[in-house]
């Protein structure tokens, strides 16, 4: 495994790290681990294996450790691997998928801990905007067998099939290091997390390159792991404007003002919900933030200021 290297962010993963890590050295490619700033046990998990590790003092976010991995290795293929994903075999035919004409990454089969494939998460197509609106405006919720929602999430897709796809999941994703850098990265703007991996492959698709799946590698994986070290109320805030600043890029003005007035109107409607639901006035104060972000998107649009960081909401 010369050619590999396998880089893994972790973020209070004490739990979980352990198994990845010792999946990962069994494949025989180099592995980095970059820590976003663990006060649990992670760097001592760690440090127990004979991996590289980057202790950031601070959170940089998914992206800018992910980044932070990539430049760390000189391997001509990286793979991108969650804590809380455990590979079970090789990872060769990733390899051998990123090897061919013009494919840029490949994405491998996540399944849980039954061994059923994590179907509607590890593949889907880029969001469109239909797709986003009738997600922030529950609709999706309410009537999730609608044929926008399952196109998005192919839900109809045989996942035992190699084959090209738009978006695998960044919980399990060979890149190719040459095309990481023509692009530029992963986006840091998408701070914390969320959709800085859905941003990548839409810059792939924009420049004419391929991303494969691949069922053969496969890799068990919890799920959330990093996603439930943030509070409700931050969980929240950073969805949503990882998904206003992925709208703001990829979407035409007024395509990306409706999602805007979506975002608003479901936001509205969790606040009362949630409101109701737990007795209690915070979703107020969670979904005011959002809904004053979004209406000042959908007012005044979006400019370059917009793109330059995600807004702390």
């Not at 919900?273 to 998107?297: D, F």
Request: proline content about 5%; some cysteine.
């Amino acid at each position: 495994m010369a050619a590999i290297a396998i880089v893994i962010v972790t973020y209070q993963s004490e739990s979980v790290i352990g198994p990845c890590l010792d999946a990962a050295a069994d494949t025989g490619a180099e592995v980095i681990a970059v820590d976003n700033a663990s006060t649990d046990g992670t760097l001592a998990e760690i440090a127990r294996r004979d991996v590289r590790v980057i202790a950031n003092p601070v959170n940089r976010g998914f992206a800018a450790a992910a980044n932070q991995g990539f430049a760390a290795c000189n391997r001509p293929y990286v793979l991108l691997l969650n804590p809380d994903a455990v590979l079970t075999g090789s990872i060769e035919p990733l390899r051998e998928a990123c090897a061919a004409e013009r494919v840029a990454a490949a994405g491998g089969c996540l399944v849980d801990s039954a061994g059923r494939p994590q179907s509607g998460f590890m593949v889907r197509r880029l969001p469109t905007p239909a797709a986003l609106i009738l997600e922030v405006a529950l609709l999706n919720r309410a009537w999730p067998g609608n044929p926008v929602n399952r196109r998005y999430r192919e839900l109809d897709s045989d996942l035992g099939m190699s084959r090209d796809v738009e978006q695998p999941a960044g919980a399990l994703l060979m890149v190719r290091r040459d095309v990481w850098r023509e692009i530029g990265g992963f986006d840091e703007g998408y701070f914390p997390l969320w959709f800085e991996d859905v941003d990548f492959c839409r810059r792939l698709a924009d420049r004419g390159y391929r991303v494969r799946y691949v069922p053969e590698v496969v890799a068990k994986h919890t799920g959330g792991h990093s996603i439930s070290r943030l509070t409700v109320e931050n969980r929240r805030i950073y969805w949503y404007g990882s998904l206003l600043r992925y709208s703001a890029k990829h979407f035409r003005p007024g395509a990306f003002r409706v999602v805007s007035l979506a975002v608003v109107a479901g936001s509205l409607l969790r606040m009362i919900a949630e409101s109701a639901a737990q007795r209690n006035l915070k979703p107020l104060a969670v979904y005011g933030k959002v809904v004053r972000l979004a209406g000042r998107y959908f007012l005044f649009g979006w400019g370059e200021g917009t793109l330059r960081s995600n807004p702390r909401l």
